[in-house]
């Protein structure tokens, strides 16, 4: 069973509008969540956290919510650019400490001029 | 730093040969995470170890898989005999536990068992 789940697997979207990439979970122990940013032939790479004390997170163009009642987050970007084109993946984890991150299927974010 | 190192980038093989992937974690990272990413399951993590120690490898698929970590500075993983369904791509990642979650990913290793 997914304990994340992103449900979109592409998202278009143009440029300069606002990107909303959903995320959701199962696991009620989660306490932090990440997004990550992945471009083809290279790694993830760490894009914004949220621990689950707060809300919201704010980081430039990029803003994570995270609703604990309905167990779901979503990563806005805006405005969104060009180079925002990638695949988009929702993490969790549970515990406090470097328990591994449980990682949905990911959401292809294609961000046309 | 150079990041973590993962090698060989390609590889394509034949079924039932042996396949071994690398890799080199950031130095000073206490973590290590091997992760398989495929069109229909996503990014599944395999195994990891802290402090060189396996932890968890209740992800790794079947005994053909195998992992180790000798030091702190090389991990490794096999598939001996290889099939056509461990075409993926392969990825280590490494983390510091000082609190942030977290982990830095390597360039991957994309598998293609013929």
């Known amino acids: 069973d997914q304990q994340v789940k992103q449900n979109s697997p592409s998202l278009s979207v143009q440029e300069g509008r606002i990107s909303i990439l959903n995320c959701d979970y199962t696991n009620s122990m989660f306490d932090y969540f990440l997004w990550y940013k992945k471009y083809p032939a290279e790694g993830p790479t760490f ?3 949220i621990s689950s004390i707060k ?3 704010e980081d430039g163009r990029f803003t994570v919510f995270l609703n ?8 806005h970007i805006v405005p969104s650019q060009p180079g925002d084109s990638a695949v988009y993946f929702c993490a969790a984890s549970s515990n406090s400490g470097n328990t591994p991150l449980v990682f949905g299927k990911g959401t292809r974010l294609s961000v046309i001029a | 730093d150079a990041g973590v190192i993962q090698s060989p980038r390609h590889e394509v093989t034949e079924m039932g040969q042996e396949v071994t992937l690398r890799c080199k974690p950031i130095s000073g990272h206490d973590y290590l995470f091997w992760y398989r990413q495929t069109m229909m399951r996503g990014l599944e993590l395999l195994i990891y170890f802290n ?3 396996p932890i968890d490898d209740s992800g790794m698929p079947e005994d053909r898989f195998s992992a180790k970590m000798p030091n702190a500075s090389f991990s490794t993983l096999k598939i001996q005999p290889s099939e056509p369904r461990d075409s993926a791509v392969y990825f280590c990642a490494s983390s510091l536990y000082d609190g942030s979650y977290e982990q830095y990913f390597g360039p ?3 598998l293609t068992v013929t």
């Open chain 2, 51 to 53: 402090n060189n120690v």
């Open chain 1, 47 to 49: 894009l914004i956290s």
């Open chain 1, 68 to 75: 604990k009642s309905a167990k779901h987050l979503s990563l």
């Open chain 1, 55 to 57: 809300d919201k997170n």
């Open chain 2, 108 to 110: 991957g290793t994309r």
